[in-house]
């Protein structure tokens, strides 16, 4: 997988961070993804079309979920509802337009955010990809974006 498809994602993963939610986020170590199941309970997704294909996927925990949302909304739920999907999907969604525009030059499209809540939902890659997990720590939680795409 080339660094130029994924960076775009860790840099806007840093930048709304920053920009959107007033906390820093510290890149950890890459790693390969072995293991088929989900890292954290809430997933973010975006799908990849054009000279390559594939997924990027932008999971946290319930917790990380819940923190967002009260940034995004000014009040903390108090459970898993409708308004935290739609604040992480919110938040996947403009991920994945401040990547776009650095993708444009790859001649790559970005398809819609969807987000998965639950301790069994799992990200499909595409079968011939080999996802690459990037970890981030910040002052909200943990997070980890994983990108699998192939050309």
Same mark, same amino acid.
């Given at each position: 997988?080339?660094?130029?498809?994924?960076?775009?994602?860790?840099?806007?993963? +840093?930048?709304? !961070?920053?920009?959107? /939610?007033?906390?820093?986020? &510290?890149?950890?170590?890459p790693?390969?993804?072995k +293991? !088929?199941?989900?890292? !954290?309970? @809430?997933?973010?997704?975006?799908?990849?079309?054009?000279?390559?294909?594939?997924?990027?996927? !932008?999971?946290?925990?319930?917790?990380? +979920?819940?923190?967002?949302?009260?940034?995004?909304?000014? &009040?903390?739920?108090?459970?898993?509802?409708?308004?935290?999907?739609?604040?992480?999907?919110?938040? #996947?969604?403009?991920?994945?337009?401040?990547?776009?525009?650095?993708?444009?030059?790859? &001649? /790559?499209? /970005?398809?819609?955010? #969807?987000? /998965?809540?639950?301790?069994?939902?799992?990200?499909?890659?595409?079968?011939r990809? #080999?996802?690459?997990?990037?970890?981030?720590?910040?002052?909200?939680?943990?997070? @980890?974006?994983?990108?699998?795409?192939?050309?």
């Amino acid at each position: 997988m080339i660094a130029d498809y994924i960076n775009p994602f860790l840099l806007s993963t +840093a930048s709304v !961070f920053e920009q959107m /939610l007033n906390t820093q986020v &510290e890149r950890g170590q890459p790693y390969i993804r072995k +293991a !088929f199941e989900p890292q !954290f309970e @809430v997933t973010g997704i975006i799908g990849l079309t054009g000279k390559a294909t594939g997924t990027v996927a !932008f999971s946290l925990s319930r917790e990380t +979920a819940m923190k967002i949302t009260e940034i995004l909304l000014g &009040e903390r739920p108090n459970e898993m509802n409708p308004h935290v999907v739609d604040a992480i999907g919110e938040v #996947t969604n403009m991920i994945a337009g401040a990547a776009k525009a650095r993708l444009a030059e790859l &001649e /790559l499209s /970005l398809g819609l955010p #969807t987000v /998965l809540i639950g301790s069994s939902a799992c990200v499909a890659f595409p079968s011939r990809a #080999t996802p690459i997990s990037i970890p981030f720590d910040s002052a909200l939680g943990k997070l @980890v974006v994983e990108v699998g795409i192939v050309q």
